[in-house]
């Protein structure tokens, strides 16, 4: 059984910077993706980012390219999302996933359905 566990949001105000962390255990597969969605309050969880374990390719949501990065430490497996220039609209409870099938080398996932393993979600809230 995969568990996730994410750490590191809070309060900032806007244009500011926040990281968020997600610990993974047991050690992921290489052929693992690990994604980043978020859930602002009446609104549907959405895809924020995600990464291939082994080779470190990325994916952003339009919303949050060249603003958010997604990266991976695979001595310390743990992912991580880096928000720089937030904005209020950012707002929202961030979860970290896994997807853990095998999948395509060349894309990578972005449904809520296509993750099998959630983390337990940590607040991110921007103030304007």
């Known amino acids: 059984q995969v568990q996730l566990v994410e750490s590191g949001g809070g309060l900032v105000q806007a244009g500011g910077s926040l990281s968020v962390s997600c610990q993974i255990s047991?050690?992921?597969?290489?052929?693992?993706?690990v994604g980043w969605f978020r859930q602002a309050p009446g609104q549907e969880r959405e895809f924020v980012a995600a990464?291939?374990?082994?080779?470190?390719?990325?994916e952003y949501a339009v919303s949050v390219k060249e603003r958010f990065f997604v990266s991976r430490d695979k001595d310390k497996n743990t992912a991580y999302l880096q928000m720089d220039n937030l904005e209020p609209e950012d707002t929202a409870v961030y979860f970290c996933?896994?997807?853990?099938?095998?999948?395509?080398?060349?894309?990578?996932?972005?449904?809520?359905?296509?993750?099998?393993?959630w983390g337990q979600g940590t607040q991110v809230t921007v103030s304007s």
């Open positions: 996933a896994i997807d853990s099938t095998l999948g395509s080398p060349r894309r990578l996932p972005s449904g809520v359905d296509e993750f099998d393993y």
């Open positions: 047991p050690r992921p597969y290489s052929f693992y993706t």
């Open positions: 990464i291939k374990w082994l080779s470190g390719k990325t």
